[in-house]
């Protein structure tokens, strides 16, 4: 049984990789597309990681919270 888990496990993601690389009508992969956008993704997290921090902090003083 563990074989036959191993066998479609391993197929499956043979299957997400090939579908993630494969070039679409327009010349791009998901993955291209994921890849060129990360950066912004990445500074969006980091913003909100921020605002968040900041309205923990905010909370915590004494007298600033709820």
């Keep these: 049984m563990g074989l036959l888990k191993f066998i479609a496990v391993g197929a499956a993601i043979g299957y997400g990789i090939n579908y993630i690389t494969k070039k679409g009508p327009n010349g791009r992969s998901i993955l291209d597309d994921i890849t060129e956008e ?17 309205q923990a902090a905010q909370q915590a003083r004494p007298g600033g919270g709820y």
Aim: charged share 35%; proline share 6%.
């Design 38 to 54: 990360a950066p912004e993704w990445f500074n969006k997290a980091k913003t909100y990681a921020t605002e968040k921090v900041e």
